[in-house]
């Protein structure tokens, strides 16, 4: 192809395979990540399955295509295409089903995404690397390097075409059932192309076939009961998948398949999740809780402590959630308003908090992806701007999921050393009597203080809080050992190995009743859960709180 003349080139029937199947790939590598993620989380454990998956495939296709080349033929490249599609048909219709069988398997959490990555994209992305080495040795150019070099080119061309489309179009645009079977479509269309003028019956009969196959796996979809309730709105975002689900009188907010905030559809006023109480627990460790006049929630989810602080305390609330379809949701569904006193900023919270001027009495940091916390909002400097933009007399809590203590404990001792080197002095609330991983609220005051458990219950008697803080107060902690682990920086934060021992362990959480006045205790599994229902979990003492995830979002797709 010369570049001075581009009138000039025609691509062949090769270039338009090798093409499409680049588009293909990467546009399948993308979807991947949104396919793998409610069960397995966004981590950088499961994004090195995906890519290495990937490339692994594409390796084994290239190499083999390459000792048959001399077998090369647009037929043969036809079904090639035609058996892509047919796995892409058989992704759209199983997924969910194997994904929870993959997730059964005994295997170390860094490890546990992997064979489902391999079981739904290493057949289709090794037929794809067939392409390539097919296309060089049907090409019409001369020499090996110029006919390398020419599909290569192609190749990648495709592979861009195929991530920029799927990431700013097809994701925001489309279900993902929906991408999944444009692509099916792309490729038996491609298939079909590569049979013209003439039409064997048999690449003719099996396109029409696979197109079949690929609207019954996108109209029927597999027969299953939804434990959750009934749906009542889903999307797919910029960030993540968006589900609003009603069960009873409970309306639930889904993100990437995990609970992150809920509603009582009678009386929206109560804490379904009970860990939302914990919250208010700042207005013990200020000077006078009337001079508390501006609060920060770092993440939005349905925007439950926002709207609780906002009707019980004469505030102004600012919310930081990055993904404005949350926001949204939260307006239609779980009865957001802004007004004088409420406003959502659309935004990453570490950035909002690096350009605002404004300094707050209270910061919230509860924004999650999926049960992880963004990892630039774990780290020791942004834990020092949070500092920064406190009050003299500012408290900051962070909401973290891990276990108080033993195995799962790294992150929350590693979170609370980095807030401590941050701020005078730092405080822990656990959630649950019982020692599973469940939600830990760290709170860190700005002023030099040395609050005990005794302190804070008779401020709570004195104070004429609009909540009685008495229960939360009950599980102040001891400060955790925090020898073997590091402060979070952004030189060193890993903040996935720390989190990776919570994977597959009891993650426990409590709801109030329709009265609050005794929590109902319930734990799920961190990370892949086949039946992600809950269970009773006896032996609480006291009436505290978790959450299965999180009320929050924000400062990057998140809150659990």
Do not use: C, H
């Given at each position: 192809?010369?570049?001075?003349?581009?009138?000039?080139?025609?691509?062949?029937?090769?270039?338009?395979?090798?093409?499409?199947?680049?588009?293909?790939?990467?546009?399948?590598?993308?979807?991947?990540?949104?396919?793998?993620?409610?069960?397995?989380?966004?981590?950088?454990?499961?994004?090195?399955?995906?890519?290495?998956?990937?490339?692994?495939?594409?390796?084994?296709?290239?190499?083999?295509?390459?000792?048959?080349?001399?077998?090369?033929?647009?037929?043969?490249?036809?079904?090639?295409?035609?058996?892509?599609?047919?796995?892409?048909?058989?992704?759209?219709?199983?997924?969910?089903?194997?994904?929870?069988?993959?997730?059964?398997?005994?295997?170390?959490?860094?490890?546990?995404?992997?064979?489902?990555?391999?079981?739904?994209?290493?057949?289709?992305?090794?037929?794809?690397?067939?392409i390539s080495p097919y296309s060089a040795e049907l090409s019409e150019k001369e020499g090996t390097g110029e006919a390398s070099g020419h599909v290569y080119a192609l190749g990648t061309i495709g592979s861009i075409v195929g991530a920029g489309a799927t990431t700013y179009f097809l994701i925001p645009s489309l279900g993902i059932d929906a991408i999944g079977l444009l692509f099916g479509f792309i490729l038996v269309g491609t298939a079909f192309a590569l049979t013209l003028p003439r039409v064997a019956p048999r690449p003719a009969a099996a396109s029409i076939g696979i197109a079949l196959l690929l609207v019954v796996a996108g109209g029927v979809g597999p027969v299953a009961f939804d434990h959750r309730g009934d749906v009542v709105y889903e999307t797919q975002t910029a960030y993540q998948e968006l589900e609003v689900i009603d069960d009873g009188d409970v309306r639930t907010l889904y993100l990437d398949g995990a609970r992150h905030s809920a509603m009582d559809l009678e009386d929206p006023d109560r804490h379904v999740f009970e860990y939302t109480r914990y919250f208010h627990l700042p207005m013990l460790m200020t000077d006078d809780p009337d001079e508390v006049d501006d609060v920060l929630f770092i993440g939005g989810g349905g925007y439950t402590g926002p709207k609780d602080f906002e009707r019980r305390y004469d505030v102004d609330v600012d919310v930081v959630e990055l993904d404005p379809e949350v926001t949204q949701a939260a307006k239609e569904y779980f009865r957001l308003e802004e007004g004088e006193n409420m406003t959502a900023h659309t935004e990453d919270g570490r950035i909002f908090l690096q350009e605002t001027d404004e300094t707050y009495d209270l910061i919230v940091l509860d924004a999650y992806q999926k049960d992880q916390v963004p990892i630039h909002l774990t780290q020791l400097e942004f834990m020092e701007l949070v500092e920064d933009r406190l009050s003299d007399d500012g408290v900051f809590l962070a909401n973290v999921i891990a276990a108080p203590s033993g195995a799962g404990s790294a992150f929350y001792r590693a979170q609370y050393k980095t807030i401590d080197e941050a701020f005078p002095s730092t405080y822990s609330f656990r959630t649950s009597s019982l020692g599973s991983v469940q939600n830990i609220e760290v709170v860190a005051t700005k002023a030099d203080t040395e609050f005990t458990e005794d302190d804070l219950a008779a401020r709570n008697e004195r104070r004429d809080l609009p909540i009685d803080l008495s229960g939360e107060v009950d599980a102040y902690m001891d400060d955790p050992n925090t020898d073997d682990v590091p402060v979070l920086t952004e030189d060193h934060a890993p903040v996935d190995n720390l989190q990776a021992s919570t994977i597959g362990q009891e993650y426990v959480i409590e709801e109030t009743d329709e009265d609050e006045a005794e929590p109902e205790p319930a734990s799920i599994t961190v990370g892949p859960d086949p039946l992600a229902t809950a269970r009773p979990a006896a032996g609480l003492e006291f009436p505290t709180p978790t959450s299965p995830n999180h009320e929050a979002t924000a400062a990057e797709p998140a809150s659990p």
């Open positions: 192809m010369s570049l001075g003349q581009p009138s000039a080139y025609r691509p062949t029937k090769p270039d338009v395979a090798v093409f499409v199947s680049g588009v293909t790939s990467m546009g399948l590598e993308i979807l991947a990540g949104r396919i793998i993620a409610p069960q397995f989380g966004n981590s950088i454990y499961t994004w090195g399955s995906i890519i290495t998956v990937f490339l692994a495939a594409l390796s084994l296709g290239y190499w083999q295509g390459g000792k048959r080349a001399d077998t090369a033929s647009n037929a043969r490249m036809s079904w090639l295409l035609l058996g892509t599609a047919g796995y892409v048909a058989i992704v759209v219709y199983a997924s969910d089903q194997l994904l929870l069988s993959a997730s059964t398997l005994p295997l170390p959490a860094r490890y546990a995404s992997l064979p489902a990555v391999l079981i739904l994209f290493g057949p289709p992305t090794y037929l794809l690397g067939f």
